[in-house]
C-alpha cells in the first residue's frame, strides 16, 4: 500500500497551489483520505479530509475559505487545492488515510504517505 503525493513547491503569498495524492496497493474509494502538515519545529497537524464519495469535508479552521479537499479516479486520488496561500502555511504537507474522514479530523491515522514541501514566501 502507497500513498504518493505530489505538488509540493516554492510559491509567494497570495498564490495558488494544489496538491495530489494518489493511493496504489488497495483500493481507497471508501476510505476517508485527507492532508496533515507539519511546520519546522513544530508537530504535524490535520488540515482537511474528504469522505470517500467526497460528500463529507473536514477542514481546520485556519484553512476554510482557502482550501478545498476533493476526491477524484473512483476516490483512490484525493487533492488538496489551496488559494490565497500565506507564509504561515509553509510545512511539509503529508497526506493520509483512514476508515473514515471524521477519524483523519480527530488526527486518527491509518496510512501516511510521504511529505511534499510547500514553501510560501512573502
Known amino acids: 500500500v502507497q500513498l504518493q503525493a505530489s505538488g509540493g513547491g516554492l510559491v509567494q503569498a497570495g498564490d495558488s497551489l494544489t496538491l495530489s495524492c494518489s493511493a496504489s496497493?488497495?483500493?481507497?474509494?471508501?476510505?476517508?483520505m485527507g492532508w496533515f502538515r507539519q511546520a519546522p519545529g513544530k508537530e504535524r497537524k490535520f488540515v482537511a479530509a474528504s469522505s470517500g464519495s467526497g460528500a463529507i469535508t473536514y477542514y481546520e479552521d485556519s484553512v476554510k475559505g482557502r482550501f478545498t479537499v476533493s476526491r477524484h479516479n473512483a476516490g483512490n486520488t484525493v487533492r488538496l487545492q489551496m488559494n490565497m496561500l500565506k507564509p504561515e502555511d509553509t510545512a511539509v504537507y503529508y497526506c493520509a488515510a483512514q476508515l473514515t474522514a471524521d477519524r483523519l479530523q480527530r488526527g486518527d491515522v491509518g496510512y501516511w504517505g510521504q511529505g511534499t514541501l510547500v514553501t510560501v514566501s512573502s
Open positions: 496497493g488497495r483500493t481507497f474509494s471508501t476510505f476517508g
